[in-house]
């Protein structure tokens, strides 16, 4: 059974410029969510979604977005690029985060902006 | 506010020697409580995780945690650390019915020496 696949895994942008960060669950699971890790913040939580609809949302400021399609594959945006944006960007699935309480992880998508 | 501490950035142990990481948690209602551990280069893999089913919770890897509300603790104990425990550990909670978004503690890093 296939993990969590986020793509790409490493990406150099410049500040400014905008992100699309891809993210695609493990077959059957609806839910999605987003979370920034830093060495100084630590791990963050973005947002989760569930069946296409956002269920919860972090405090990020709205240049961070996020969508999740039919086929519950997600993608998470960020906008107008910012150095302290550089982070490594995880993602988790899971069949109902209401219901297993866990959570698998992809291997992130490390982000970079010069 | 909820959060999560997690006493010592890096605890340094040797092969054989118990293994003991602290969280501690505020909270003014019963938390869900999670420890999850990631290896370089890795997402994060669940340990175990606190639904109120149990206090003393037994997780992969020969890892268990007790919830003792009294000391609003979930410390994370192994008997005998393996060097492939060398990794990060993370303490999480949740108060929302979505365990998706979970608020994480600052990590511990563990060596372990042989």
């Known amino acids: 059974k296939a993990g969590v696949t986020q793509t790409p895994r490493y990406l150099i942008k410049t500040r400014g410029q905008q992100v699309t960060l891809s993210c695609s669950p493990i077959?059957?699971?609806?839910?999605v969510s987003w979370y920034q890790q830093t060495p100084g913040q630590g791990l963050q939580f973005l947002f989760e979604y569930f069946s296409e609809t956002q269920r919860n949302k972090g405090n990020f400021p709205g240049r961070f977005s996020g969508r999740q399609f039919s086929n519950s594959r997600s993608e998470m945006n960020v906008s107008t690029l910012e150095l302290g944006d550089s982070a490594l960007y995880l993602c988790?699935?899971?069949?109902?985060?209401?219901?297993?309480?866990?959570?698998?992880f992809g291997e992130g998508s490390r982000l970079t902006v010069l | 506010a909820q959060s999560v501490t997690q006493l010592g950035s890096h605890v340094s142990v040797s092969e054989g020697a118990l293994v003991l990481l602290r969280c501690n948690y505020s909270s003014s209602v019963p938390p869900y409580l999670f420890w999850y551990v990631q290896y370089p280069n890795q997402g994060l893999q669940l340990l175990l995780k606190?639904?109120?089913?149990?206090?003393l919770v037994k997780g992969i890897n020969g890892f268990e945690a007790e919830f003792k509300k009294s000391e609003t603790s979930f410390h994370l104990t192994k008997p005998s650390a393996h060097m492939s425990d060398a990794a990060e550990y993370f303490c999480?909670?949740?108060?929302?019915?979505?365990?998706?978004?979970?608020?994480f503690g600052a990590g511990t890093q563990v060596v372990v020496t042989p």
């Open positions: 988790a699935s899971s069949l109902d985060s209401r219901e297993t309480g866990e959570l698998f």
């Open positions: 077959s059957g699971h609806r839910s």
């Open positions: 606190y639904t109120s089913a149990a206090t």
């Open positions: 999480a909670v949740s108060l929302t019915d979505s365990w998706g978004k979970l608020q």
